[in-house]
């Protein structure tokens, strides 16, 4: 039996980052005018990230969970349960989601890579590596991926993309740059267009 949540009730979504949070931060910003989003959470692999420092900032409770947590999923599920969560937005998050986060949300959790998948994609591609390899590659164009989770790494339904232009003296940082720009640009409006107007569950 599937359910209608409304697009008058907020869509709960936990925000899950496991470094600066920058994404995170800007998301939150960008709905807090919106009372059709809500975040009551943020988590985390890492106690020491700097999204804590964000949380904190914006008012918004964070937890770090263990990776034996990540492993299984089901304390960090039931958690999110408790806190009626609709959806999850993975904003640099870095361990692989388990199964049973996979199946109790299905098509419910988004992901954002920093470059156009397919290329560019899979396990160990994260951060400055994804930029090295495109520098490396010579190619022209990089730019993001908002995409559906699945069970393997960066392999998802894709849902957007958005690309910037690559020079040959471009150095990984300068992509980075680039690529960070389109995510602040395009990441919330994403999100406010497939979550917006309320969806079934
Ligand atoms: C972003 O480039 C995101 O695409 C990638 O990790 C980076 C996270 O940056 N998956 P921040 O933590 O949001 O600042």
Redesign the pocket.
């Known amino acids: 039996m599937s359910n209608f949540k409304h697009k008058n009730m907020p869509i709960k979504i936990a925000l899950f ?1 496991s ?6 931060e800007n998301i939150i910003l960008f709905f807090s005018e919106n009372p059709h989003f809500e975040f009551p959470i943020i988590i985390s692999n890492k106690p020491d990230a700097y999204v804590h420092e964000r949380a904190k900032k914006l008012k918004i409770p964070s937890f770090t969970f263990s990776r034996d947590d990540f492993s299984t999923g089901e304390t960090i599920l039931a958690y999110l349960k408790k806190l009626n969560i609709d959806c999850i937005v993975l ?2 998050f870095l361990l692989k989601i388990p199964q049973s986060l996979i199946e109790a949300y299905p098509n419910k959790i988004i992901n ?3 470059a156009l998948l397919p290329r560019f994609g899979g396990k160990g591609m ?2 400055s590596r994804v930029h090295e390899a495109v520098a490396e590659a010579g190619v022209s164009e990089s730019g993001i991926t908002v995409h559906y989770v699945n069970n393997n790494y960066d392999e998802g339904n894709i849902i957007f993309q958005a690309k910037c232009p690559v020079i040959p003296t471009d150095t990984p940082d300068m992509i980075a740059d680039k ?2 720009a389109l ?1 602040y640009e395009h990441f919330p409006k994403v999100i406010e267009k497939i979550w917006g107007k309320g969806f079934e569950f």
């Open positions: 980052a470094g600066s949070g920058s994404n995170a904003a640099g954002i890579h920093p994260y951060g690529v960070h995510e």
